[in-house]
């Protein structure tokens, strides 16, 4: 089979190693790709934006499948696209991608199909917001409706916060038709968690659980970013609340979907808050996540192009995913100053020795490759630069592999968290 992956960060690295080691899979092509999965697949330089030529592409190269890493080209429709071509792509048509892409759509389906997430308010008029916001408790929680590239929640402690908050996203228009819509909701506290799964419109198979770290400090602190490491599985997921996501979040959302004439096949994340033992739904997502993807992956025993074949042909019902028992954990390597303004072009200097160790693997994100003469090395060429992922004999081992690679690696103005998955040590009886 002749492969093409979308994107370019460490989530379709990982991609692309896991397929790489499928018998099934003859080549891979990545649009556009990075400096590490260069070396696994053939990198073609088309803008994400442009799907005609992504499709143009695929039908020239006679491309077998297509899988769609991040969410935009899903959003603007590319699953439709390549349908109505007759090019093979796994991934939910622009409809179902609503659950992603428009936090009203979701927010709305969930209380229409009694699937548990935060009470709210969705508003489309300014002065009715605010007068809204000065009957509230605090804090709360203001979300832009449309995709803001993961900047559109807010969670101000006071009424003068949230009111800054609203009129910058509905009068000053930051994220513009983006926040055309508010939805205000109640603020519920409890641990994050990432439940995935791979429905083919009607049934549906969950991945191991995960959980990313969003904020750039230890302990959670200072402001979101894309994700700054992850770990699988989760204690606090495992047992009853993954049963009850399961049962009570996941399955109602595919059958709600299909009963609205939309049914969803591709990926369905879940962002979950456990709150007393019971989880809600935070949000959804239509594709796999970055870094989750980074540790869910390389705990996967089954063939992952036998996975989406299964869920393409629908044949989800009579599939099982096999999982290796071992832990893993991923540690984001970024530059300094991310989330805000930093430098590229810094010289990544110890990829090679991470290469030799046992049970630790290098998936890059902004990196890219200089040739000079006979030298060849990568180079940071974006906020999150390298995730360092190591599998291990619990988590504590996982964790102690992963950061002892990561002492190997050096560019200046490297900065990481050092505290990924302590929260799975929390939990007692956590297979340390
Ligand atoms: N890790 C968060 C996301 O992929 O959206």
């Known amino acids: 089979m002749k492969i093409l992956v979308l994107g370019s960060g460490g989530r379709e690295h990982a991609l692309i190693w896991k397929l790489s080691t499928s018998k099934k899979i003859d080549k891979i ?5 990075n400096g590490g999965i260069a070396e696994l697949a053939e990198v073609v330089q088309i803008s994400l934006q442009n799907l005609g030529e992504i499709a143009d592409f695929a039908k020239e190269e006679e491309i077998d499948l297509t899988i769609v890493g991040p969410e935009a080209p899903l959003v603007e429709g590319i699953v439709d696209l390549f349908n109505e071509r007759g090019l093979k792509i796994f991934g939910p048509m622009k409809e179902a991608a609503k659950l992603e892409a428009s936090k009203v759509f979701a927010k709305r389906f969930m209380k229409k199909f009694g699937i548990p997430t935060a009470s709210f308010e969705i508003f489309d008029d300014y002065q009715k917001a605010r007068e809204y916001l000065k009957t509230q408790n605090y804090p709360l929680v203001i979300k832009a409706d449309g995709l803001c590239a993961g900047k559109g929640v807010f969670v101000p402690d006071s009424l003068a916060e949230a009111e800054e908050t609203l009129f910058n996203i509905m009068e000053k228009k930051v994220f513009s038709s983006s926040g055309d819509l508010v939805i ?21 198979i969950p991945l191991v659980s995960s959980q990313d770290h969003k904020q750039i400090y230890n302990n959670d602190k200072g402001p979101n970013t894309g994700g700054m490491g992850a770990y699988s599985p989760v204690p606090i997921a495992e047992g009853e609340i993954f049963k009850k996501t399961y049962q009570e979040i996941l399955i109602p959302t595919i059958n709600g979907m299909a009963e ?75 530059s300094g100053g991310y989330p805000g303004s930093y430098q ?89």
């Open 260 to 334: 609205l004439g939309i049914p969803f096949k591709g990926v369905l994340y879940a962002g979950i808050m456990v709150v007393n033992n019971e989880p809600f739904v935070l949000e959804f997502n239509v594709r796999l996540g970055d870094p989750e993807t980074q540790v869910i992956l390389p705990r996967m025993k089954s063939d992952l192009i036998e996975v989406i074949m299964a869920a393409l042909e629908s044949r989800l019902d009579n599939f099982e995913i096999e999982w290796h028992k071992e832990n893993c954990i991923a540690v984001v390597l970024a």
């Open 344 to 432: 590229t072009g810094k010289r990544i200097y110890g990829i090679d020795k991470i290469k030799e160790l046992k049970n630790v693997i290098v998936f890059h994100a902004g990196t890219s490759k200089v040739t000079e003469g006979q030298d060849e090395y990568y180079v940071a060429a974006g906020g999150r630069v390298l995730n360092i992922v190591a599998l291990g004999e619990g988590i504590k081992d996982a964790k102690n592999k992963a950061y002892q690679a990561v002492g190997l690696i050096k560019f200046d103005d490297m900065y990481y968290r050092n505290d990924i998955s302590d929260k799975a040590f929390k939990k007692e009886g956590v297979n340390g």
């Open 184 to 204: 205000i909701e109640k603020f519920i506290k409890g641990e994050e968690v990432s439940i995935i799964a791979i429905s083919d419109g009607k049934n549906l």
């Open 29 to 33: 092509f990545a649009i556009p790709g």
